[in-house]
């Protein structure tokens, strides 16, 4: 039986496959980005939890992060834009994931445009995505 950590992230990698870009977590950058655009989740860091004795409780602020990509020239800023409010819309709709988790709340995006030598340019940004949940076991 998975833990509570992978049962919350693998809710989240299944909110984002509904995407219309292409999802992944914790693949490497592909040489070639979907047409789409590209999502990579990454597992983060679940930080130190707050702790209650009684009964004995962790409670995480997990901080995950999407690696967001669009590769092209044409029309790159909005489809940028676009999978952006796409990510926050998945999120919007269901906040606990499944139930998995007490709350997920995406972050600002941190964009950068990536010059490719041959290809054209990327545009990247990081979105963390903090996950609040409590666990009876530091290792959860």
Not at 52 to 76: I, K, M
Not at 108 to 131: N, S
């Amino acid at each position: 039986m998975p833990t509570p950590r992978e049962s919350i992230l693998a809710a989240l990698h299944a909110r984002l496959l509904a995407l219309p870009a292409t999802a992944r977590r914790g693949e490497v950058l592909p040489e070639r980005v979907p047409s789409a655009g590209l999502v990579i989740l990454r597992d983060g860091d679940p930080g130190e939890p707050e702790v209650t004795l009684s009964p004995l409780a962790y409670h995480w602020r997990h901080r995950a992060e999407l690696e967001v990509v669009v590769q092209g020239s044409n029309d790159r800023d909005a489809r940028f834009d676009a999978l952006c409010a796409g990510i926050s819309a998945a999120l919007a709709a269901d906040r606990m994931l499944n139930g998995t988790c007490d709350w997920a709340e995406p972050g600002p995006p941190r964009p950068v445009d990536l010059a490719v030598e041959g290809a054209a340019g990327l545009k990247a940004a990081v979105i963390p995505v903090t996950l609040h949940y409590t666990t009876a076991d530091p290792l959860g």
